[in-house]
């Protein structure tokens, strides 16, 4: 017996550092998971059927941009006492995807330049797991002992971009960077399958802390994060007090009232594709903050 896609019955509980997709450069712990919804599982490991080998894969829905939690320590510990293995097959997200990366390269017969695998690395964004189709395409065509491929020898062979993580989307509006944002947007919607709505909540989260915090009299990140009533890391506050004080009351306001409107849009008021909805909004959200710095009020 093989149970797919267990993840969904012990997903993390969200938290807003979920919600807006802030990490850390460090990368950040791991939520917990919850554990109620695989408890009749846990009870029948303590007593499981002699005649049954069972499988368990710890995964999400199959869905792009769903992001796996661990597995819950009870049911790790479960499965160890009815007799049972446990093992990580599945690809690293953030910083460790990067390793990971190189690591599959090295054992591949396929050299590439720096600048090619900086291209693939980008292309993969959070779909890692498209590298071993990608390097099984490029070892039948090129062979062992070609040499090192450039970024044209590989651009035919990726396909289309991946997803990204919101945070990628968040700091390039926070720059002012308003083509990468739309790319970013993107890549968000069609390769990482993410619904315009939940880009729109991890936005929304995004301007609504800086929101909270726009003449709240707050300086340090530390105070910055009980406001916001952020658990465990404060950088998801940093950020947050960092780029408020940089757009200025005003432009926060003026965030917040295209974030409304667009939702309207996209719940039907206007008929415009969603699509359009949201690449118009990151684009005006990455205007404002490519502005000069305004006064902030206090």
Known sequence: VVAHQLGRFGRPKRSDDDVDGDAEPTGAEPQRPTTSGISPLIEYLDDPSPDTSLVLVWSPPSSPGVPRGPVPRQLSDAVKRAGGTVSDHGAPTGKMAAKWIDERLATSSIRLEPAAKRLLSDNLGEDVNRLAGVLTVLEAIFG??????????????????????????????????????????????????????????????HY???????????????????????????????????????????????????????????????????????EVLVARLAALSGRAPVSRRR
């Open 144 to 205: 062992d002992g070609a040499a090192a491929l450039s970024p044209d020898d590989l651009r035919p062979f990726l396909g289309d971009a991946g997803g990204v993580p919101p945070w990628d989307l968040t700091d390039a509006i926070d720059k002012g960077r308003v083509a990468d944002a739309v790319g970013y947007l993107r890549r968000m919607l069609l390769g990482g399958g993410r619904h315009p709505l939940q880009v729109m909540a991890s936005l929304t989260t």
């Open 208 to 278: 609504g802390r800086m929101l909270r915090l726009d003449g709240a009299g707050v300086r340090s990140e530390q105070d910055a994060a009980v406001l916001l009533g952020l658990k465990g890391s404060t950088f998801p506050a940093k950020k947050a007090l960092a780029q408020a004080g940089q757009l200025g009351s005003e432009r926060i306001a003026r965030a917040v009232q295209l974030l409304a409107a667009a939702d309207a849009d996209l719940r039907g008021r206007t008929g415009v594709p969603s699509e359009q909805v949201m």
